[in-house]
């Protein structure tokens, strides 16, 4: 009887001390190969490894960050992506969420925004949606010659165009330096001047 105890009990000791171990290596190859994740025993030791981090958001700064997703990029490279740009506290948090949510075949390329106050299933969510839209883009065409008058008259007429024409115009009739030293072909443009002649016609 009293050897069995001792074998009892030497087993328990060996399982609470190789307990730790075993969850750590499992978790460090679910890092290496995520679908392991599909495995419900090992997608329980992630979870209970990970903590808090699994559910609660890298921070409280609701700053928009972008995002983009290249086409093919894997599960973990998207992971790795997001958490370099600081909206997961650690990237197989995210991976976690994905597969076992089973999000992985609705990823999306694409352009995100993102921001740090979202949990990882909120990123995850996001990220198998449809992508930010593409920003529009606006074609302007000016002729040889044009006054700076008639450039902001121009820009009333084009569709579509979010810039102020008034502002492009005090723009270019006093111009800041940090815009005229951007430019090298400026550099003899006298203090005070407007940028009137300087305007290139084109598309």
Known sequence: MVGCLLVLAVAVGAAVLLLPMLRGALVEQARANPQLLRVSIVADLVRDELGDVLVEPAGDDPSPVVVTIEPGMSVPAI????????????PLALVWQVITLGLDPSLRAGVFTLDATLTPEAVARRLAGPPDPPTP??????????????????????????TDPRAVYRLLSDPPRSIVDAYPFLAELPRGASLEGFIPAGV
């Open 79 to 90: 992971a790795r992506t997001v958490a370099d740009a600081g909206i997961v506290r650690d």
């Open 137 to 162: 883009k606006v074609t302007l065409a000016f002729r040889p010659g044009l006054r700076i008058e008639q450039v902001a008259a121009y820009l009333q007429t084009v569709e579509g165009l979010e």
